[in-house]
């Protein structure tokens, strides 16, 4: 799923600091939004389809409601609850902006849109996503900032935003994302420091931030 990443990774020197192992017990993540169903998790793919203002290669031609969602190309679902755990549609030449009627696939997984066109910004309610373990959505012409709500997806493992248009800081909420394994966010036009709460991720494993306008923090 990481093999439209072409960013030069490097491990990350904060883990090399960090040398204790915390063993610390996560909060387990409610996600109880009772009002979320099958039903809401149709009307959330058919709002991503109806936001795409193009699809040159009709990927998402079998997307229409002859077939239950759960067949769509790109979309994977639970077996008993019927809900969308996994929408992958990376390499497909997609153009268009990303719904906020995706933060309302709370049964979410992976979302991987890596190298289309999607424009605009990333949007806030991508941190209602509280199962997201992989959010990819490098090689785009995102812009905007990287929404602090992300912080709030505790069990995200990799954040793949490089090869985008994103403005602004790397918010301090995504020192929260305890699980965070792989952060990439090369090749941005992002500014200011490396926020100190990012210490925090003592499972960080690879950290790409080249190609940005970032500052050096010296303690
Ligand atoms: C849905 O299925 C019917 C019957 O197989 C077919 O005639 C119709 O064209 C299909 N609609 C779409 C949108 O594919
Ligand atoms: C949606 O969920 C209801 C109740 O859980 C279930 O009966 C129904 O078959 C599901 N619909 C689809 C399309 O999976
Ligand atoms: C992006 O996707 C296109 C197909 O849409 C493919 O030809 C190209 O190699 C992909 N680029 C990367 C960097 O994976
Ligand atoms: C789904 O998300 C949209 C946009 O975020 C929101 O307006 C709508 O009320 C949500 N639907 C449900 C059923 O929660
Ligand atoms: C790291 O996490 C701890 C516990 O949540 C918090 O008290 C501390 O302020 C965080 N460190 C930084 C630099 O944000």
Redesign the pocket.
């Known amino acids: 799923m990481l093999s439209s990443e072409p960013v030069l990774s490097h491990r990350c020197y904060f883990v090399m600091v960090i040398f204790f192992a915390f063993s610390t017990t996560l909060p387990v993540c409610e996600c109880h939004?009772p009002?979320?169903n099958n039903f809401?998790d149709l009307?959330?793919l058919l709002?991503f389809k109806d936001h795409l203002s193009s699809d040159p290669c009709n990927v998402l031609g079998d997307w229409n409601t002859n077939t239950s969602f759960c067949n769509w190309i790109g979309v994977s679902c639970s077996k008993h609850r019927q809900r969308v755990t996994i929408l992958q549609l990376f390499d497909s030449s997609l153009q268009g902006i990303i719904?906020?009627?995706l933060?309302?696939l709370s049964f979410l997984r992976l979302l991987s849109l890596a190298n289309n066109s999607f424009h605009g910004h990333i949007?806030t309610?991508i941190g209602q996503l509280c199962r997201l373990k992989l959010l990819t959505l490098n090689i785009n012409q995102m812009n905007g900032e990287i929404p602090q709500s992300i912080g709030n997806c505790e069990k995200l493992k990799v954040l793949s935003l490089s090869y985008n248009g994103l403005v602004g800081t790397i918010p301090n909420e995504l020192g929260l994302l305890r699980e965070l394994k792989r952060l990439y966010l090369g090749r941005n036009y992002i500014t200011g420091t490396i926020p100190p709460s990012l210490e925090n991720l003592t499972r960080l494993e690879e950290l790409a931030l080249e190609e940005n306008q970032l500052c050096a923090r010296y303690e």
């Open positions: 939004r009002s979320l809401t009307q959330a709002s719904t906020p009627f933060g309302n949007p309610e």
